[in-house]
């Protein structure tokens, strides 16, 4: 085989610089600042426990309205501890009663109790989908203590997601 010439050698460098950095820019157009996860992981959860008190409340259905638990259980957990994560680290959180009018306004949208379980269920399976596309992107941030919350929640966000989806699966359609 013969040498490669200077030129050629340039031209492969070139190449494969330009790969990497190609590479680098797609990993980065998904990136999330530190902040913007906290803010929207914040949002979520809040959102979360509120429309799941109303399932609690509203859900004919007994496994929708266990689900509706776990949702105020496990996200309260998590968004407690994001809480006093960011707080060590003077992020902010989302604002409760903003959050809290918004997930009001989600709910009017649920439509009738008759079509309650069905519904929120749709939602879950939607705020789940976003959660963990969220989180997934939470992994890089750049402090590496919001990125190990973001890696030690994403596996119980992916369960809700898979239960939502099975739970929405089993209910009629109407």
Request: proline share 3%; aromatic share 4%; with cysteine.
């Amino acid at each position: 085989m013969p040498p490669l010439k200077p030129l050629a050698l340039l031209a492969i460098a070139v190449f494969a610089a330009c790969a990497v950095s190609t590479l680098q820019a797609a990993r980065k157009a998904g990136a999330i600042s530190t902040e913007d996860f906290v803010e929207q992981a914040s949002a979520k959860g809040i959102t979360e426990i509120e429309i799941a008190r109303l399932a609690l409340e509203k859900a004919r259905s007994e496994a929708v309205r266990g689900f509706a638990q776990m949702m105020i259980d496990d996200h309260r957990r998590a968004n407690q501890q994001l809480g006093e994560l960011a707080k060590r680290k003077g992020l902010d959180v989302s604002d409760d009663a903003e959050l809290i009018n918004q997930a009001k306004i989600m709910l009017l949208k649920l439509g009738s109790e008759e079509r309650f379980d069905k519904a929120y269920m749709n939602n879950q399976v939607v705020a789940h989908r976003q959660a963990v596309e969220l989180f997934r992107r939470g992994l890089d941030v750049d402090d590496e203590e919001i990125a190990a919350f973001a890696r030690e929640a994403l596996p119980k966000l992916e369960q809700h997601l898979q239960r939502a989806e099975q739970l929405n699966g089993e209910l009629p359609v109407d």
